[in-house]
């Protein structure tokens, strides 16, 4: 519950760094709501989970911000790093939320495990801080995030006024290209990225390997899985449980392993 | 069901790297039991969680093994990257299944979420192979893995012959310096690192922090969590959901944001 005369204080973060527009764009979506700190990747940090910085010091560095209300910050590690650091080191009081994006990208369906920006969430998560991930559903850096504005602002809003439940943050993906048909708050398809790499071969005759494939939903008919959803031109908005335990299987695998 | 005269295929892979004892104690653990391929990072991944490397190429080298029955190789990536790449380049056939570590070091609790072996072993669970991760709860890379030798065997030999629910990987946690008493499967504890950085001024004047902080345990009083087993001498178990979903979660949240 946000009391009369109190700014809420929002951190913002990305994998996509400070020169993305998706994170710029988001603060403009929020900063009427509250006090804005962008504090996100020096570089790009795309794929990053929730990797940490553990071998190796971080640098702060604020620069310079055009927007009224929205201070900007680097720092020159991942995702978590980002939302760790500003957190001990920038912030001037506890975040009200975190959020993160908007992704240039797709985090839908299994791109939940590896995405950075949803690796920064779940790190407000443990935090004990509500936290979203917004992600566009278009890798370019010239996409258009401005016919999900309205929808953006009242995910936040809606967030900052009533919070999310315990232990759990949210995973909210963005058609591309069209006004969004509305919101719908489903579950993460099953799916994987199948032909995983390019092979070359380097001058000297020694192979190498470049990331690439494409993503194959398992369960196309499944009407109740946010590429379902996406694809109907509908913001999937997917609940997270920050601590991943399978709490249904503890009792039957018990009896399996507790004896060993 | 694993058939007469079949050789199960058993991928090893780790965050510590090629060159931690760990990793070659596993194989050693579990030999008897298959065919090994090792597939290491080249250089240590800790805290790497399930991060995978997009936008540079990857390496595989075989490395010479001293054990029977064992290939060693690396990649000079993720952990994620070794399993990713293994499957496509390396292993000669499917895995049977995929075992990570043995970690130096903790993964229980929160751990599991920053893990490079659990992110590993998540990227196991998603092509749908039995994936355990196994950590020791001592980072020393002198650390003495022989007093849970028969513990890892039975689980790897459980898992061999048996399977995993769909969709489900283990975190195993092993307390270091005795026999264990036995096995638990638990859920994971509830916590989070506090007091996250330790700050150093550089010869410019200009500051910078390096991660370090502890472990708090949220909920010391509960007897179900990997936590409390470890305490008291046991090794814990916990299952993991390679999918994050919120499935309780999606019809009260819908009845907040469906219609924004």
Same mark, same amino acid.
């Given at each position: 519950?946000?009391?009369?005369?109190?700014?809420?204080? @929002? &951190? !913002?973060?990305?994998? %996509?760094?400070?020169?993305?527009?998706?994170?710029?764009?988001?603060a403009e979506c929020v900063r009427s709501l509250g006090d804005v700190f962008v504090?996100?990747?020096?570089?790009?940090?795309?794929?990053?989970?929730?990797?940490? *910085?553990?071998?190796?010091?971080?640098?702060?560095?604020?620069?310079?911000? *055009?927007? /009224?209300?929205?201070?900007?910050?680097?720092?020159?590690?991942?995702?978590?790093?980002?939302?760790?650091?500003? &957190? $001990?080191? !920038?912030?001037?009081?506890?975040?009200?939320?975190?959020?993160?994006?908007?992704?240039?990208?797709?985090?839908?369906?299994?791109?939940? *495990?590896?995405?950075?920006?949803?690796?920064?969430?779940?790190?407000?998560? @443990? +935090?004990? !801080?509500?936290?979203?991930?917004?992600?566009?559903? $278009? $890798?370019?850096?010239?996409?258009?995030?401005?016919?999900?504005?309205?929808?953006?602002?009242?995910?936040?809003?809606?967030?900052?006024? $009533?919070? &999310?439940?315990?232990?759990?943050?949210?995973?909210?993906?963005?058609?591309?290209?069209?006004?969004? /048909?509305?919101?719908?708050?489903?579950?993460?398809?099953?799916g994987k990225w199948v032909d995983g790499y390019k092979r070359y071969v380097d001058?000297?005759?020694?192979?190498?390997?470049?990331? =690439?494939?494409?993503?194959?939903?398992?369960?196309? /008919?499944?009407? %109740?899985? %946010?590429?379902?959803?996406?694809?109907?031109?509908?913001?999937?908005?997917?609940?997270?449980?920050?601590?991943?335990?399978?709490?249904? +299987?503890?009792? =039957?695998?018990?009896?399996?392993?507790?004896?060993?």
């Open positions: 519950m946000i009391m009369d005369n109190y700014r809420p204080l @929002i &951190l !913002i973060t990305n994998d %996509d760094s400070i020169n993305a527009p998706g994170v710029h764009h988001l504090v996100a990747p020096a570089s790009p940090r795309s794929g990053q989970s929730a990797a940490m *910085t553990v071998g190796s010091p971080l640098r702060i560095k604020e620069v310079e911000s *055009t927007q /009224e209300g929205v201070r900007l910050f680097t720092v020159d590690g991942t995702p978590v790093d980002c939302v760790k650091l500003a &957190l $001990h080191a !920038i912030v001037p009081r506890r975040p009200d939320v975190v959020f993160a994006g908007i992704n240039h990208g797709s985090n839908s369906g299994v791109n939940v *495990t590896y995405s950075g920006t949803m690796g920064a969430v779940l790190e407000g998560c @443990i +935090e004990g !801080i509500p936290s979203v991930g917004f992600s566009l559903m $278009h $890798h370019s850096m010239k996409a258009d995030f401005t016919l999900s504005t309205a929808f953006v602002a009242a995910i936040a809003a809606e967030v900052i006024a $009533h919070g &999310l439940p315990d232990g759990v943050c949210l995973n909210v993906n963005i058609p591309a290209r069209v006004m969004p /048909e509305g919101i719908r708050v489903c579950r993460a398809a099953h001058p000297h005759g020694v192979p190498f390997y470049w990331l =690439t494939g494409k993503f194959v939903n398992f369960e196309p /008919e499944a009407t %109740d899985t %946010d590429e379902y959803w996406l694809q109907r031109r509908y913001i999937s908005v997917v609940p997270v449980n920050c601590d991943p335990s399978a709490r249904n +299987e503890i009792k =039957t695998l018990a009896d399996r392993f507790d004896a060993k």
